[in-house]
C-alpha cells in the first residue's frame, strides 16, 4: 500500500481539525481547541481499486501574516488550503496566501475548500464566491458532513499525480 | 519551570531511512514509545514521508509535532539529522517547558506555553486560595469555639464577683472585688473584640449612646492599673479637668477601652520614669464636646519607621525583644477603629528612648433633655415582678447554674433545675413553666435541638424559650430566634440583662 502525506493549512479557526475528524472519525464537535504544532492522521482510501493511506497533517493555523513552516511541506504530495466562508478575514487575501503555500510546499496546484457552509445561505455562499478571485474546488460543512468525503478523495487523486 | 533533570525532557534515537530505530543514544523522555528494532512510524507519524528525503549531512528541525501515545500527548521539536544510512532523530519535549514571555516569538506554540504556564500559575492559585480560605474558616472557627469557652468561665468570674459583693465584706475587700469586677468586665470587652474584630473592619461596630462621665472613667481606669503597678521605678500619674462636663454622651466602655489599652501599652514598655494620663477639654459648644486623652510614657520609644506601622494589625514595635513582651498585636488596631468610630482621631509622637505620648481626641455629645439612660441597665421603676414565676433553667455547668439560680432565687422565682437537654425535655413534658432557660451547649440533647422540638412537647409548647449561649455573635443570635427561640442571653451577662430579658419575655 502506497502511502501519501498530504497537508491541510489556512487561518486558525477555519475547520481544518473538524474537516479531518469528520473524515478519519465521523465526529464533530462545536468546542473548539486550537490545534498547536502538528498532528497527524491516518486513514486509509481506496481509489480507482486502490487503496491509499493516508498521512494527514493538520497544521495548526495561522494568521495573516504568519508563514507555515517550510519544512512542514518535505515529503508533501498534496495539500488542502481552507478558508471560513463566514470569515472575510480568512479568504481576502486568498490569492496571495495560495502563492506562498504554492513556494513554500513546490506543490503545483493547491485544493482550495470554503468550510462552513452551515452558516450561509446559498446567495451568500455565491456572494464570497463572488469576491475571491480564484475558483474555490470545494463548498463543505464539517458540521453536516458536506462534501468532506469528496474533499479528501480530491486531495487523495492530487496526490497521485 | 525548568525540569529537574535535562534527560527527562529529550531523546535522541538513531533510524534508518525506513524508519526502523537502531539505537537509543540518551535521555528518558517518551521511552516506553521508542523500541530498538520498530518503526518510528508508529509514534511519530509526522515522519513518514519525511526521513527519506532529509538532505544529507544538514540539520533539520521541525517544530511543534505532537507525538500522540497511549493516551500521553507531547509537544515536541525534532531536529534531523541525515548522514549515509543512518538518520539521528533528536526529539525534545516541550510540554513541561515554559518560556519567559520576553523569550516568546509570536508562534502559535509560544503561545500554547505561555497559555499553559498561566494556566499552571493559576492552579497553583486556586491552591493557595483554597488553602487560604480554609485557614481563614479555621481562624473563625477557633475564635467562635475560644469565644465561647472563655465566655463560660468568665461568666462564673462575674457572677461569683457580684454574688461576693452582695455580701456583708470589709471595705478593703468591697474595693478588692469592685476591681476584680473592673477586670472582668474589661475582659468581656476585649473577648468580644477579637470576636468582632472582623465586624469592626467593615464598620459594622455598633456604639452604645448612653450617659458617661469622662473623668470618672478616666479616674477608674487610672486606679485600677494603680493598684496592679509593682514597679516602683515607674510613677503615675493623672490630671483630669474640671472643666468636662460631668455627663457627655458615649459609650464609657469602649472610651474605657481605649485608655486601658494605651495605658497598658505605656506602662509594658516603660522601664523607669513616668507615666501619665491627661485629660482636657479643648473645644465645646452647645451640643458637643471635643476631649482629649493623652497618655504619655518616659518608655523606649520607637523609630519613625515603627511609630508609622503601629496601628497595623497584629503589630508590636518589631525590636528584638517584642516576645518578651506578649500580646496579640490587635490592641493599638482596634483602638484606632474605636476612635474612628467615634468620629475621634488618634495621633503618637514617639522618639527612641525617650518615650512616646498618644493623643486621642473624641468629640461627645452633650446631654441634652431626652438623653436616654445607659441602654443596658433596667429601670428598677418598670420592672416586672418575677415572683412566683415557674422558671426551668437547664445548663449542664454547675457553676453557671448556680449563679443562674442564684440570681433567679433573689426574684423569688420558682426554680427548677435540669443538668442536661434530656433531663429538660422529660421536665417540659410533665410540668407547667411560665418560661424556660436553655443553655445551648448541653450533652444528650443540645438547646437548639430540644427548641426545634418544642411542637411535640406535652406541655410548655406555648411558653417563651431563652437561649443561654456562650456563642456571643449576631449571626448565632439570628440562628436561634429563628429556630423559635424567643430571646437570646450571651454569656457573660450582667444580673440585670438576665433579669431584664426573662421580663421582656414575660
Redesign the interface.
Known sequence: MI???VLLVGN?GVGKTSLIRQFVLNEFSEDYI?T?????S?KIVSLNGEQIKL?I?DV???KDD?KV?K??F????AAMYVFDLNREETYLNLKNQLEVVKQLSGLKEILVVGNKKDLLTANEIDQVKKIIEIPVDLITSAKENENVEDAFTILAKQSLK | MTPAKIENVFLEVITNQQGIIKNILAGKFAIEEFVVDTSIFETC??L???L???PEKES???????I?SKNKEY??DVELFKDGEEITILLHNRTSVYKVITELNQ???DL?FMKREISEKNKELAILRKASDKANEEKSRFLAIMSHEVRNPLNTILGYTNMIAEENLSDKVREYVSYLAFSGKNLKVIVDDILDLSRIEAGKLELALEEINVNKIVQSNFINFKNQHTNDFVALEISTSTKIPATLIGDGVRVNQILANLMNNALKFTKEGKVSVQTEIISENEKSAEIRFKITDTGRGMTDEQTAKIFEEYRQTELDDNRVFGGAGLGLSIVKRLVGAMNGSITVASKLNVGTTFYVEIPFKKVLNTVKKPITEVEKSTKKSLQGKRILLADDDLLNQKITSHILNKEEVIITVAKNGLEALEILNVQDFDLAILDINMPEITGDTLIQQKATFKKNNQIPFLALTGNATQEHKENYLKIGFTDVIFKPYKFDELIGKIEGCL
Open positions: 502511502a501519501k502525506k486558525f486550537s498547536i504544532g502538528v498532528r497527524v491516518t498521512l497533517w495548526a493555523g495561522t504568519e513552516p519544512a512542514y518535505l515529503g508533501a504530495s | 507519524p509526522f513518514f514521508g519525511t527519506e528525503l532529509l533539520f528541525l521541525m517544530e511543534g509535532m505532537v500522540t509537544n515536541t508562534n502559535r506554540n500554547f
